[in-house]
Structures are given as structure tokens and as C-alpha cells.
């Protein structure tokens, strides 16, 4: 418990709650001549109506739903590329210019030709979901697999170590940390992507909801989806954190 | 190299008396031999070390000197396996060529950071050499045997980011001697460290490797470290460099930090090492 209490970030969230507070008191004086703004109280007001009589918990499942499993998809493919790539000089000769040529390519821009290929569907938000967030992790894999450092390597020459066991007990270990950027960056990503192909590709989900509220002239319910997707995001990310902070102490960063 | 001096030829002479060189296959379990070595390193190549013949018998701890730059490192990277010598050379374990790393031989680096898993606590560090040959019972037991043996057993759980530098590298050498090996290869494995760890370090080394029986190719350019621990002491001169003086302490096997190092004979050899060394600076 007292653990858990110091984990907390206190001064973090006074500045949060601060900021909410002169939003509130903006919106109720200077501001109050906008109809396009809405006030902190009307957002959480807004929140809680389309939570309990609106779409909002549908699509809030969605989109999370649409975020984890295009992740997972996008690490496991992202992940078995790139230790491809990685492990065979050949493929990589091969296949590296194409990747440069991709990577480059504003991955958002593929969204259009997802839509013509699967129309306005869920198939078309988790294609540019899965593509997008394919890359951290690919990339990472690929980076971490690239830069053992030397030194272990002679110690696994050293001690005999077999190629499978170099590659099970250093090559891997060692990409580890890097490997775990890449699933974060993917994992931010591919929230973000959801979202944004909701906008455009797939009438569903938080996506979808903040559009209609802006096209409805609805501010409050458009600040009430922004809330929920900020606090979506915060939520992955620190269920994320907490599920590697023991790899963190084992690889020597004491949080 | 011409200038290799008479103290220095009468010695090599009397050593040879000792610990013949070539054709006899000596008693031994263990004879690490090399001639006519040479050694090209970087880019266009340069011969650093050339034509070096040398014998070492087993359970002989023999320290290399140098002036740094002279391929000290180099040299027993070849040793071990690690790096390939110049065509012609000939470099064989127990009458076994090396190509690799080989067999019963084991190299301890001068850069501890470098050379333990980070992930790994210091017993599983010490372990890494035993998998595949040892159960996990036994290779358990034997990596806290090995750990005991170098002071840290209660340290067996903390990983490497968690101990000192000296505790570091007390784990890389626990780590080499827990596979037990016939040969070990130690590039200045104290450099890093400071005065007290070092000295204490350097007991327990020759303490180990006398209990161990185990032959010791021992890397330093300190004069002080060398004369305490050595057997023999062999320094490196010339460019391109090969053994220029090769020389037994005959100190007595047991060793004190401070007794060893007020005997004549000590200070004799510091003497002549120094005088060694400098005179192929200059």
C-alpha cells in the first residue's frame, strides 16, 4: 500500500488538476463568449451522459480491441521479420533498399488505398493499424539483433556455446531492451492509428465518435472523446510499464 | 632487439637448462607451445609480433610484459583463439593446434563490463560455461563453489549492476575457473581497478591457481603485479616484437603482499624488468 502511495506522481497530478481548474475558470470567464470550447465540468458531464445513455463504452471496446489485437499482430510479424532479416545477411542484402523505400512512405498515406481496396470496414482500420505499428518492432528487432555488443560474443567463442545457445542466451537477451522500445513505440502507435483510421476508414469507435460530435457541433462530447482517448492511451502505456519494470531491474535500470 | 643485453641472454640461458624448449615433449599434462609466431594487425597490415617462440609447462604462471602498444593483447588473443596469427605461425595446445577457442582454456578479459551478461545475477554469469556439459544441481553447486572461492557467495543473486567493479571482475574469474580450465588467459585483469582490490585480487589469484594446478598466461604492465604473481616473466621488446627477456623469479610459491616484496630477490627482478622495459622505450 505505502508502495503503491509512493509510486503515485503527486506533483504530476496537482499540475494536471491545476491546468483543469483554470480551463474551468477560462471557460467560465474570458471564454465564456465561444461556443466551440467546452469547460472541464461540461467534458466530464459529457463523458459520464455518453458513457451511461451513448455509444461511448461500444466504442471505447472497439477501438481498444482494435488497438491490442493489431498490435500483438504487428509485434509477432514484426518480430519474426526481423529476426529474418537479423539472422540472414542474404535477406537482408535483399530486402534492405525496399525497406528504406517504405519506411520513408508517411505510413498514414496508405490509408486512402486501404479504403479502395476494403472500403469504409474494420478490415481497412486494422490493415493500416497492423502496417503501421508493424515497423518500431520490426526495426527494433532488427537494430537489437545487429548489435550484440563484441564482447559477449567472444565469451560465448570462449565458453563453446553452440550457435542455438549464442543465439538463446546472448544474441536474444541482448536485443531485449531494444526489442521492448520497439513494442512500445508499436503499442503507441497503433492506438493512435486506430483512432486516426477511425476518422477516416471505419465509422466505428472513439475515431468515428469524435468526428460525429465535431460534425454535430457537439464540443462537449468531442472533448469527452478527446479525455477518453488521452486517458486510453495513459492506461495501455502504464499497464505496459508495469508489466516490464522487472525486465527493467534485471537489465540494470532501477526505476 | 640487439640490444637485448647480457644479463638478459646469460638468464635465458640458465632458464633453458631448466625448462627445455624444443623437441622434448616434456612429463606434462599440459605444454602450451608457439613458434615462429607472427602477428599482422589493421588496415594495410602491420607485423606486430614476429617469429616468437615460446614453451609454457603446466602449472607454470607466466606474466607478460610490455610497453603498452607492443601487441601485449594482441598476442594473447592469439593465444586463446580469438584472433587468427599470420600464415606460417605455429600455436598448439597439448600438441593440438589452436584454430578456435580450445578446449580447457579459458580467457579472461580486461574489460569486466564488456564480458558479463547484464541480465544474468553473478551465479548465473558463472553458470554460462557449464550448461551445456552440467546438470543443473551440480552446475548450481559448482557456480557457488566457484563464487566462494573469490568472496563473493553472498553476492550469488545480485546482478553485475549491482556489485563494485573489483566484484565484477571477481565474477568473470569465478566464471573461468568454475569450468575448471587447464590453461587461463588473463589480459590485465586488475587494470581497472584500484590499489586495494588489486592487491587483494592478486593473493587470492595465486592462491587459486596453486590450488587449482592450473597454467596461467598472465597480461599486465605492472612491473610490481607481474614480479608478485609470475613463475616466469617474459617481456616483449622490438617492433616487431618478440620475447626479449625470459626470466624465472624463483620467489618462493608462497606469496605475501608484503614480505615477498622486501626480499632481494624481488627487488632484483623489479630491477631488471624495469630496466627491460625502458630500454626498449627509449
Known sequence: ?255 | MKNAGIGAETILASDRAKNPMPGNRSDGELTFRCRALSIDVGHPQRRIIEGLNLEVPEHQFVCILGESGVGKTTLLRVFGGLTPPAPGSQLELNGRRVIGPPQGAVFVFQNYTASLLPWRTARRNVELGLEASVAAPERRARALAALDLVGLHDRAEDYPWQLSGGMQQRVQIARALAVEPKLLLMDEPFGALDAMTRENLQTELRKIQRQLGATVIFITHDVDEAVFLADRLIVLKGKPASVGLDVMTDLPAERDQVTTKELPRFLELRHLIYQAVRREGA
Open chain 1, 1 to 255: 500500500m505505502n508502495k503503491a502511495m509512493q509510486r503515485v506522481n503527486l506533483p504530476g497530478l496537482a499540475v494536471i488538476a491545476i491546468c483543469a481548474g483554470l480551463w474551468e475558470l477560462y471557460c467560465r470567464t474570458l471564454g465564456s463568449g465561444f461556443d466551440s470550447i467546452a469547460s472541464t465540468y461540461a467534458t466530464i458531464l459529457a463523458v459520464k451522459d455518453l458513457l451511461l445513455q451513448g455509444p461511448l463504452l461500444e466504442q471505447l471496446l472497439h477501438t481498444t480491441s482494435v488497438a491490442i489485437w493489431a498490435w500483438l499482430i504487428a509485434s509477432a510479424l514484426g518480430f519474426v521479420i526481423g529476426l529474418c532479416l537479423g539472422l540472414s545477411r542474404t535477406a537482408w542484402t535483399y530486402t534492405m533498399a525496399s525497406i528504406e523505400v517504405l519506411r520513408s512512405i508517411p505510413s498514414i498515406s496508405f490509408l486512402s488505398i486501404a479504403v479502395l481496396l476494403f472500403g469504409f470496414s474494420a478490415k481497412t482500420e486494422m490493415v493500416i493499424v497492423v502496417y503501421v505499428s508493424l515497423w518500431p518492432m520490426l526495426l527494433g528487432t532488427l537494430g537489437g539483433m545487429r548489435s550484440t555488443p563484441g564482447g559477449l560474443l567472444e565469451v560465448a567463442r570462449i565458453f563453446h556455446l553452440s550457435a542455438i545457445s549464442t543465439f538463446f542466451k546472448i544474441i536474444l537477451p541482448a536485443a531485449l531492451p531494444v526489442i521492448v522500445v520497439g513494442l512500445r513505440l508499436s503499442l503507441t502507435l497503433s492506438i493512435a492509428l486506430a483512432v486516426v483510421a477511425e476518422m477516416i476508414g471505419n465509422p466505428e469507435g472513439l475515431g468515428f465518435g469524435i468526428v460525429s460530435a465535431q460534425q454535430a457541433m457537439r464540443p462537449a462530447d468531442a472533448f469527452a472523446y478527446l479525455l477518453v482517448i488521452g486517458i486510453l492511451g495513459w492506461g495501455l502505456n502504464a499497464i505496459f510499464a508495469m508489466a516490464t519494470h522487472r525486465l527493467d531491474f534485471a537489465y540494470g535500470r532501477p526505476s
